[in-house]
């Protein structure tokens, strides 16, 4: 078993700045693929970035590259998102996602593991 605890949602205006921790525990966070989703009220969980073990594999959503970076600690067994620019439409619940193989997925059926979740919330 794998848990996985976020933090660092909040409130900022648009244009502004928030990072997102992960930290996880249990199981080994060596080999697993760390990933974040988001979801918005009366939407479907979508995939925000992807990271591999080694963080030489990345795939961020169009929608957000260029604004958000994925990175993780492995010695911390944490994972973050840095998310700058951000806009109204980034508001959502954002959750850490676990998948115990060491390949890169958009598909949130493919993660084992998730948070509870933080909630971003981006004013006008």
């Known amino acids: 078993q794998v848990q996985l605890v976020e933090s660092g949602g909040g409130l900022v205006q648009a244009g502004g700045s928030l990072r997102l921790s992960c930290v996880a525990s249990?199981?080994?966070?060596?080999?697993?693929?760390m990933g974040w989703f988001r979801q918005a009220p009366g939407k479907e969980r979508e995939f925000v970035t992807a990271?591999?073990?080694?963080?030489?594999?990345?795939r961020y959503a169009e929608s957000v590259k260029g604004r958000f970076t994925i990175a993780r600690d492995n010695a911390k067994n944490t994972v973050y998102l840095q998310m700058n620019s951000l806009k109204p439409e980034d508001t959502a619940v954002y959750y850490c996602?676990?998948?115990?193989?060491?390949?890169?997925?958009?598909?949130?059926?493919?993660?084992?593991?998730w948070g509870q979740g933080t909630q971003v919330t981006v004013s006008s």
């Open positions: 249990g199981r080994t966070f060596s080999n697993y693929v």
């Open positions: 990271i591999t073990w080694s963080g030489t594999g990345i």
């Open positions: 996602a676990s998948r115990s193989f060491n390949v890169l997925s958009s598909s949130r059926y493919e993660y084992n593991y």
